[in-house]
């Protein structure tokens, strides 16, 4: 596959970037430790509206009581008062289930801006999870979480647009990626990318209408840790 050439999700309404194991921040902590370190993170996002309502994700997989799990990044985007959307392979497998108590296992991390001051939110509990594989099929299988927050956020909250995706189509993406660390802290940037969403393509041929569940976009990579970013249209919707 062209590196150019990206499948996004489209389930239902809510589109999101997914890629196989498209998450960083990959490394091994305790829960205390993990805790801790999420007020150390640097995050620096960008000044456009919709940015306010993108954040990096931290989740922590594998953990026991005294042993060290694995902490990794992705995308997540605010889509009510206390719920976010992300992709599902961004979620522990264990807390997949519907109802999973997620405290202490997901948080979501947002950059300061001019209108906001920076923000951690903790997650309550999975509302949904789809069923995702680990091999080269995951890239064309519904890939969406949607996960409830502790807490509310006075962040504004990303509308879904019901409209689809046409034949070069252009839209943003708003990713969330690792950029170094530091002291084994570390540090993210948020950035846009522009897609153009391309139709009638040898590698997704399927992907003919503007609401096909699939949808396939030119000049817009993967990226580490991009996994869950909103694909916006000209008027700040998701797609």
């Not at 979620?91 to 519907?98: C, S, Y």
């Not at 993406?173 to 391309?198: D, H, P």
Request: aromatic share 6%.
């Amino acid at each position: 596959m062209s590196k150019k050439m990206t499948p996004f999700l489209l389930p239902l309404i809510l589109c999101t970037i997914t890629a196989t194991n498209a998450h960083a921040f990959t490394r091994k902590a305790t829960l205390s430790e993990m805790t801790a370190k999420l007020g150390k993170v640097s995050f620096t996002a960008l000044e456009q509206k919709e940015a306010a309502s993108v954040g990096a994700l931290i989740a922590f997989h594998n953990p026991t009581a005294s042993s060290r799990g694995t902490s990794a990044n992705c995308t997540g985007f605010i889509v009510g008062p206390n719920t976010v959307a992300t992709s599902s392979h961004c979620i522990p497998d264990d807390l997949k289930t519907a109802g999973s108590n997620c405290s202490d296992r997901i948080w979501i991390l947002y950059a300061k801006n001019s209108r906001f001051p920076r923000e951690t939110m903790v997650c309550d509990r999975v509302i949904t999870a789809a069923k995702t594989f680990s091999n080269a099929d995951q890239t064309y299988t519904p890939d969406y979480a949607l996960l409830q927050m502790r807490d509310m956020t006075k962040r504004p909250i990303l509308k879904f647009s019901r409209l689809g995706l046409l034949q070069k189509q252009k839209t943003v993406v708003l990713k969330v990626t690792e950029i170094g660390t530091k002291a084994n802290t570390a540090s993210f940037a948020m950035s846009k990318l522009e897609c153009t969403a391309k139709q009638r393509t040898s590698i997704l041929p399927t992907f003919t209408r503007g609401d096909h569940p699939i949808a396939l976009f030119s000049n817009c990579p993967v990226e580490i840790g991009a996994s869950g970013s909103p694909v916006l249209d000209d008027n700040g919707d998701v797609r």
